[in-house]
């Protein structure tokens, strides 16, 4: 891996979970979405795609964690990410689709929060070869915040 995730004295639960906390303050707003897709980068990005891509990111990293700590390889990930725009992330984000969302983030944010307390600083640190660090990937899925911020908080 690459650019190294830099560190400081947060506790990696409180790294991801804080980073939700943002996400979801910002897709409160989403209902409000006029359909247009907002361009970041070299990409678009709409409610759904946001959610979507947090939610990935979440789910591929917390395997990648649950594997270094029980001690076997990782499964490389084959998601699109972002470069594709799928027809259900055009759709309208509605109430539901708000809620849905906040459902599937906070139960990840209490798996990530269970995780990363649970392990000892010891395995929080603990490197294989290359590979990021547990801490080090609760660091780097703070760049989550980007997908949310890519449409930030509508009116």
């Known amino acids: 891996m690459t650019d190294t995730p830099e560190t400081d004295g947060r506790h990696p639960a409180d790294v991801v979970t804080t980073m ?8 409160a707003t989403w209902p409000a979405w006029d359909g247009v897709p907002r361009p970041v980068d070299d990409r678009v990005y709409t409610p759904h795609k946001a959610v979507r891509r947090i939610t990935d990111h979440l789910i591929d990293h917390l395997a990648e964690i649950e594997a270094r700590l ?6 490389p990930d084959h998601w699109h ?3 594709i ?8 984000f509605t109430a539901e689709d708000l809620d849905e969302a906040r459902s599937r983030l906070s139960r990840l944010a209490q798996l990530y929060e269970l995780r990363l ?13 290359d590979a990021w ?6 660091f780097h ?7 949310a911020d890519a449409l930030g908080f509508l009116r």
């Not at 939700?20 to 897709?27: G, K, M, S, V, Y």
């Not at 029980?70 to 499964?75: D, M, Q, R, S, W």
């Not at 660090?133 to 609760?138: D, E, H, L, V």
């Not at 899925?141 to 997908?147: K, P």
Request: proline fraction near 8%; charge should be neutral.
């Open 20 to 27: 939700i906390e943002a996400c979801l303050a910002r897709a």
């Open 70 to 75: 029980a001690g076997v390889p990782t499964i």
């Open 81 to 83: 990410a972002s470069a």
């Open 85 to 92: 725009t799928t027809a259900a992330d055009l759709a309208p």
């Open 117 to 129: 307390r649970a392990a000892g600083p010891a395995a929080l640190d603990r490197r294989d070869g």
């Open 133 to 138: 660090s547990p801490r080090q990937i609760a």
């Open 141 to 147: 899925l703070e760049g989550s915040l980007y997908y």
